[in-house]
């Protein structure tokens, strides 16, 4: 309870500000006299949008499978290959360096590739999506195997523990908040990934809604349709700041302690 | 005959870049199976080396170090370490920190609740088991981390400035606490330390290192009844042991 009055004290300038913010953008509309097909108002895109709900949360569901789908798989890839680095010196000289140089590139430009290579489906976005989450998450992986404190490495050298029961006891957890941080860079990219790909070529999902709305002069629905990706944005890095709460509470009440 | 532990011409020097740090020795130690032997210098003089070099974690430049004539080429795990720099975890609480030795060496947490409460009685954090590290103050940790060397009684114990953050207070209770666990149980101790009155309260042997490149300045056998308590403290003998090695000390400009 205590805490709910906490969080409203602390919350309610947000709340202010955010009301403040759209109040202002609804009656500067007619105050401006700024033309509805250049920038609608707040109340006209919830009208228009209610109008096309069915199509925008379908479209959500679509463009959330390929960013939950995509982000998940490069969790995986990314996780796998940042330990198979940290322990394998040979990767550490060959693949490592590899991935440095693909982290220069911006991984979007290969969007038209990967259409072009396997079509309109749901598999090149989810390729899209796995690319611009991969390498965020690999290589924040690669730093946070190899930061063990030197205290630590000697400490379980002196045990004879072997290195299974060392990765889980001891290497793992203490890899792990860094590991979040690339989670979280990963969540914030998966979602522009989907949007993206889906400007580039497809036939549904919110990206693909927005762009054709916004060519047939309907800014009011594209907002609508951007409305919606921002709740898709913040699901996906909401879950991820979840999952941090409860894999490694003890990191969170340490960076309270320490601010 | 060789002895228990037999360290031979050991030297380290660490190369970083086409920099040379002569960090330690060449030097000759011998020390006996039970023997409480405290390593004493400046910091900077090579004392952690050294240290770590015993327990089979560093290689040396040259030299070796000999268990029972056997030559260590491996970390040694049959032993008690304590690094200068803690090694709790953050993910666990005290106590859970203290059963990680425990599991990192496969031996039944379980089996050892009641020598987990009892040490943590000893140091005065039993009230403290399921706090974690991080709401621990920098001395409490170090007592923490001394539990967490000692729970799996290891017959070798090294220790590296083990009571370096404590108040005045707690450390003359731990000092009076640990020698009477030596006394019963007679493990070989390494005590590095830069406080001469804990080395000369503590040990059977003193060994005196110069500053940097350590070598051996002298070594010298404490001769005074265990247990070494305020009366003994208060000795006339005691206080010339304290004097000779200031004495040795101030030659070198460290003090
Ligand atoms: N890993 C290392 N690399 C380079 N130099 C080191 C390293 N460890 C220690 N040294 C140097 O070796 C010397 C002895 O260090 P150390 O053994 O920690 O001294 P002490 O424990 O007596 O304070 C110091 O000059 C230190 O800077
Ligand atoms: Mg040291």
Redesign the pocket.
């Given at each position: 309870m205590q805490k709910f009055f906490k969080w409203v004290a602390s919350g309610w300038m947000l709340v202010l500000f955010f009301v403040g913010f759209f109040l202002f953008w609804e009656y500067s509309i007619p105050f401006f006299e700024i033309p509805r097909y250049i920038l609608p108002a707040p109340s006209e895109i919830v009208a228009k949008g209610s109008a096309d709900l069915d199509k925008l949360i379908y479209y959500t569901g679509v463009t959330g499978l390929e960013t939950v789908l995509g982000y998940f798989i490069a969790i995986v890839l990314g996780l796998g290959f940042g330990i198979a680095i940290s322990f394998s010196s040979i990767l550490r000289r060959t693949l490592y360096p590899f991935f440095v140089s693909i982290e220069m590139t911006p991984k979007i430009a290969f969007a038209p590739l990967f259409i072009s290579w396997f079509g309109f489906g749901l598999m090149p976005k989810v390729i899209i999506v796995v690319l611009v989450c991969f390498f965020p998450i690999v290589l924040n992986a690669i730093l946070a195997f190899n930061s063990l404190s030197?205290e630590l490495t000697l400490f379980y050298k002196s045990t004879g523990a072997n290195t299974l029961i060392t990765f889980f006891k001891i290497r793992l957890p203490a890899a792990l908040p860094q590991c979040f941080v690339g989670f979280k860079y990963a969540a914030i990219n998966a979602t522009v990934g989907a949007t993206i790909a889906e400007f580039i070529g497809s036939d549904q999902g919110l990206g693909f809604y927005i762009s054709i709305v916004t060519g047939n002069m309907r800014p009011d629905l594209a907002f609508a349709g951007i409305f919606f990706l921002t709740c898709l944005g913040l699901s996906v890095f909401g879950f991820v700041t979840m999952m941090e709460k409860i894999l490694i509470p003890w990191h969170i009440s340490m960076k309270r302690i320490n601010t | 005959m060789k002895k228990f532990i037999e360290i031979t011409d050991l030297t380290?020097v660490?190369v970083?870049g086409n920099e040379e740090?002569h960090?330690?020795g060449p030097a000759n130690i011998s020390i006996n199976s039970g023997e409480f032997v405290s390593v004493l210098?400046?910091?900077?003089?090579?004392?952690?080396?050294?240290?770590?070099m015993i327990a089979g974690l560093l290689d040396s430049t040259s030299g070796k170090v000999e268990f029972e004539s056997k030559l260590l080429k491996e970390p040694k795990t049959d032993i008690g370490i304590m690094f200068?720099e803690n090694t709790l975890v953050p993910w666990r609480t005290i106590k859970a920190n203290i059963e990680l030795q425990l599991e990192l060496r496969g031996l039944k947490v379980k089996d050892y609740q009641d020598q987990i409460y009892n040490i943590l009685k000893s140091v005065s954090l039993e009230d403290f088991a399921d706090r974690y590290s991080n709401e621990l103050s920098g001395g409490m940790q170090q007592r923490a981390a001394f539990c967490q060397t000692m729970i799996h009684d290891p017959k070798i114990i090294l220790l590296?400035?083990p009571l370096g953050k404590l108040d005045a207070m707690t450390r003359e209770k731990i000092r009076a606490d640990f020698q009477k666990l030596w006394m019963v149980k007679k493990p070989t101790v390494i005590f590095?330390t830069?406080s001469i009155e804990e080395a000369v309260q503590l040990s059977s042997r003193v060994i005196l290192?110069t500053p940097?490149?350590?070598k051996i300045d002298r070594e010298i056998k404490i001769d005074l009844p265990y247990p070494r308590d305020l009366n003994v403290k208060r000795s006339k003998k005691f206080i010339n042991y304290l004097t000779s090695i200031h004495e040795v000390f101030h030659k070198y400009g460290v003090i």
């Open positions: 030197n | 380290k660490f970083s740090i960090a330690f210098g400046p910091s900077g003089c090579g004392k952690s080396t050294l240290m770590l200068q590296d400035e590095v830069h290192i940097r490149p350590g």
